[in-house]
């Protein structure tokens, strides 16, 4: 069984609530790791709601270093392995906003703090949960990436976001595969994620595809779910960076597949064991 936990997302969900951020509490066969920290603290606020204590949670994945994924580290009070890409500290700035939108503590503070891992490379998070490291263009419409950066305050240079990353969980069913927005392409994403885990059959997939309007992506949207249908892909979990209307569009055209949406305090469980238990 894998079980997630939403413990800050968008979608504010009764008595939980939301914020323009990501991060989950995953139990992936006993093993438990939180995948990104949202924005500020509110993470913290809805476990202590779920009454679900962090404290045996050892490891934190950073899918990439945009505060509204990585924020919540500066709340934490108790010494975590944090891994993430190298890459993850840049300054850099909102193409929307305008405003500053990269990593907000220092890496030297980090390392006072915590156990930091720091790879391009993917890695063995637990047993059947990998960490993906670096994500390679591959898909050629995927290759302009989904970016939402620049690393200048004047709004020029593009952040190509190479730190943005994700994490396979290798089942009895296919590939678990979780982003955070998948600035790199959900395509390349799961491409990539087979090639580290050696599994071609997908199960189901979480994000964060960074798919916020249906015209003017509606090509790329749409060569995402006949991709989908291609891998025959069971399940998706939307959110975050995807709009409702986005969300639709899948529904309406992914009849085949169960669709759940993202939201604080929402609690999932997916009937799969690990592979080769």
Request: aromatic fraction near 8%.
């Amino acid at each position: 069984m894998i079980t997630l936990k939403i413990l800050t997302e968008n979608r504010e969900n009764e008595e939980f609530k939301g914020e323009p951020g990501l991060s989950i509490h995953v139990n992936a066969f006993g093993n438990k790791f939180l995948l990104d920290t949202g924005f500020t603290d509110l993470f913290l606020q809805n476990a202590k709601l779920m009454n679900l204590s962090l404290d045996d949670v050892e490891k934190i994945v950073i899918t990439h270093g945009h505060n509204d994924h990585s924020g919540g580290i500066t709340f934490l009070e108790n010494k975590k392995t944090i891994i993430m890409h190298p890459n993850a500290y840049k300054e850099r700035w909102s193409i929307r906003r305008a405003d500053y939108a990269g990593f907000l503590i220092p890496r030297e503070k980090l390392l006072k703090k915590h156990t930091v891992i720091e790879t391009k490379e993917h890695l063995l998070i637990h047993n059947n949960c990998y960490y993906l490291g670096e994500i390679p263009m591959t898909v050629d419409i995927e290759k302009d990436g989904n970016y939402a950066t620049t690393l200048d305050h004047k709004i020029t240079e593009i952040d190509v976001t190479e730190d943005d990353s994700g994490v396979a969980i290798t089942t009895d069913k296919g590939l678990f595969i979780m982003t955070g927005c998948g600035h790199r392409g959900i395509c390349n994403t799961i491409e990539y994620a087979k090639k580290v885990t050696g599994q071609n059959t997908v199960y189901g997939v979480l994000g964060g595809f960074h798919l916020r309007e249906v015209e003017p992506q509606k090509e790329k949207i749409d060569y995402t779910i006949n991709y989908f249908k291609e891998n025959n892909i069971k399940e998706l979990y939307l959110g975050h960076c995807i709009k409702d209307e986005v969300i639709e569009y899948f529904e309406n055209n992914l009849k085949d597949v169960t669709i759940h949406r993202l939201a604080a305090g929402k609690e999932f469980n997916i009937d799969v064991e690990p592979l080769n238990n």
